[in-house]
């Protein structure tokens, strides 16, 4: 009877699980699945997605790697662009340009915004390996690692001249699996990732003359496919180093300024707007570092620290249910239907902030 019954469940799984797939490959849901979802600019004037063409959609056996298109709507609906590219990592930059890059990472397709018009301007070819190209802070250069037959180079694209440079990197300094990260708020030089000796090492990099700098260096937590990577404050002053190293630096000397207490961490999105430090402590406690007054402030207490702060520091959202993946903490279905389940929202006392 058990051998019958254990027949039957395996046989209704099976036939569930190809359904699934049947169902996700008819909707193009397809890795990285992330870019399903609408990706906003950073004003939120725009919201870019890839979608499945109608005759994707039709017959899925016609599908094949043009069948996508990359969707630029505004915030209200409309869509004002549509360009067939496959799906891949979208990056806005701050001047409302877009860069889409291939699911492979061999190529990134630059569109500029042209008063409400896009248009494809470019496609530059990506290192193997290399990280995603990054937007200086103005919005219109754009960095990125192309391959070349003496190795890997750092190119600059400058959008308004629709020109590109290399950036002739100094003696001795060689790109190995590089990623960059962000630029200074000047725009005259780039943070990047690099491989240095079995270490990933953070390097800041003269974009005139290529002269660098090494800033700080992890034997691990930083390599790609990572979770957490620097993070620069909003005034560009200070960088945020994740684990291992788990501190605070001066962004042009490289000194740490501030080490996390122990058993703590920096939140997802680290830095408030006032570039205080928000981390979280022990027994639930969310707190934030000045570094102008060199104190700690406690923000929230008995809270889950998955969660991030509105611009103002007034408003803190979570989501509770944590530890979904744990085999002894199950979750019926009266859990995922009650008001517990999503995003939460806490007041921060005006005191505080």
Request: net charge negative; proline share 8%.
């Amino acid at each position: 009877m058990k051998n019958i019954l254990g027949g039957a469940v395996t046989a209704v799984v099976g036939v569930l699980a190809v359904l699934l797939v049947g169902f996700l490959f008819w909707a193009g849901i397809r890795l990285p699945l992330n870019v399903r979802f609408p990706v906003p600019s950073p004003d939120g004037r725009y919201l870019a997605y890839f979608d499945p063409s109608a005759d994707g959609r039709d017959d899925p056996a016609s599908r094949d790697e043009t069948s996508d298109h990359l969707v630029i709507a505004t915030r209200e609906g409309d869509r004002v662009a549509e360009f067939p590219l496959s799906p891949g990592p979208l990056v806005w930059s701050s001047a409302d340009h877009l860069v889409a890059v291939s699911p492979e990472r061999h190529f990134a397709t630059l569109l500029p915004n042209l008063g409400r018009q896009f248009l494809i301007l470019a496609t530059l070819p990506l290192s193997r390996n290399a990280g995603s190209p990054a937007w200086s802070r103005d919005g219109t250069k754009l960095a990125y690692i192309s391959p070349s037959p003496r190795g890997d180079e750092l190119r600059v694209y400058y959008v308004q001249q629709t020109e590109e440079t290399h950036v002739p990197l100094a003696r001795g300094f060689h790109l190995s699996q590089a990623e960059p990260l962000f630029w200074s708020p000047v725009g005259d030089e780039l943070y990047l990732l690099n491989r240095e000796a079995g270490s990933i090492v953070l390097d800041r990099v003269q974009i005139q003359t290529g002269d660098f700098q090494t800033l700080a260096r992890a034997n691990y937590g930083w390599e790609s496919p990572h979770l957490r990577v620097p993070q620069p404050s909003p005034d560009g002053s200070r960088i945020y180093l994740p684990a291992p190293l788990n501190s605070v630096i001066n962004a042009s000397t490289g000194e740490v300024l501030w080490t996390l207490p122990p058993s703590s961490s920096a939140l997802w999105s680290a830095w408030s707007a006032n570039d205080w430090l928000l981390y979280a402590g022990q027994d639930g406690r969310i707190e934030a570092h000045d570094f102008t007054t060199q104190t700690d402030r406690s923000l929230l207490r008995r809270v889950p620290s998955n969660g991030f702060f509105s611009a103002d520091l007034r408003s803190y959202f979570f989501r509770v249910g944590d530890g979904l993946s744990v085999p002894d903490n199950p979750r019926e279905l009266r859990f995922w239907m009650s008001a517990q389940w999503g995003w939460q929202h806490l007041d921060v006392p005006t005191q505080i902030v």
